[in-house]
Structures are given as structure tokens and as C-alpha cells.
């Protein structure tokens, strides 16, 4: 299974703004900068982010993005989840009714138990971990290397 770039790039833009926050709200367009990731891409992520109340935004030309929240209280497995929808490696865990055989499908149980294995390693690490993993990195947030060179655009 593959997170797509929604959780990749909302996680790094949450953990942006937590990192570049301190002296007022961050603004997308540096977001996009220091990410590599398009302005377009990003407004679009920060719209479900904002509704589930982790970021909050202030207009005007001081305006920009800030964390609605303590990092110690975002959970990453909260924003894969709020990004991708479903954590379910396959449909038949979240709807039996998919599959004709799922009642009895001996392989169902698996895909439950790793889907739920996945969800709360993810669980297990909280914004402020990165946070703390950043500073370690003298506070740069490195890129995956392959989005580096290509601008990581959508």
C-alpha cells in the first residue's frame, strides 16, 4: 500500500507551519517553496485540514496559516485518515459487502489486522515527535529524495 501525496503533503505542511510558526502564521506560498509542492496542491490540502480544526488562518498581509493546536495533541494516524478517507488495505475490511465470499474469506482477518497495525503505528507519533526529529536536523525538513529536482508538483 501507498499513502498518496494528500497525507505525504499535508503531514509536511502541518509539520511546516509547526516548525516556521513561532514568529507569526506561515504563509502557503513558502509552504510551497520550502516544500516543493505547488501553491494550487496545498490550498486544496489545507481546506480539510482547517475543517477538522488543526490549522486555523488569518487574513490580511501579516496573514497566513497557524496550528489550531499543540503539536503534542495532532496525531499523525488523525491526518493520514482525515487525508486519505480509509486506512482499509482493502474494501472488504470496511464493507463486507464488497466481496461475495467476505463472511468467510480467510485472508480478511490479515488485511484487518494490518490495516489496524498500520493505523496505530501512526498513531503512535505525534507532530511534536517530528518536531523533535527536525531539530535534530537543525530544523531543515528534508524531502523524500524522489521529490527532490522535480519540484514534487502535483
Not at 514568529?23 to 496542491?41: A, E, F, H, N, T
Not at 486544496?44 to 499543540?70: D, F
Not at 498500520?118 to 505525534?126: D, E, G, P
Amino acid at each position: 500500500m501507498k499513502l498518496s501525496t494528500r497525507s505525504r503533503y499535508g503531514t509536511r505542511m502541518l509539520l511546516d507551519i509547526a516548525i516556521h510558526g513561532g514568529s507569526g502564521p506561515v504563509r502557503i506560498g513558502d509552504i510551497s517553496q520550502r516544500q516543493g509542492v505547488s501553491v494550487k496542491y496545498l490550498e486544496k490540502l489545507i481546506r480539510p485540514l482547517k475543517q477538522a480544526r488543526y490549522v486555523k488562518s488569518r487574513r490580511g498581509p501579516k496573514g497566513g496559516h497557524m496550528l489550531s493546536r499543540p503539536p503534542e495533541e495532532i496525531f499523525l494516524g488523525d491526518v493520514v485518515k482525515l487525508l486519505e478517507g480509509d486506512l482499509a488495505l482493502t474494501e472488504c475490511v470496511e464493507d463486507g459487502t464488497v466481496c461475495p465470499v467476505s463472511e468467510r474469506c480467510l485472508t480478511r482477518n490479515v488485511w484487518r489486522e494490518a490495516s489496524e497495525a498500520m493505523y496505530n503505528r501512526l498513531q503512535a507519533v505525534r507532530l511534536s515527535d517530528l518536531i523533535q526529529d527536525a531539530t535534530r536536523l537543525d530544523g531543515e525538513l528534508v524531502l523524500c529524495p524522489q521529490h527532490r529536482g522535480n519540484g514534487g508538483n502535483r
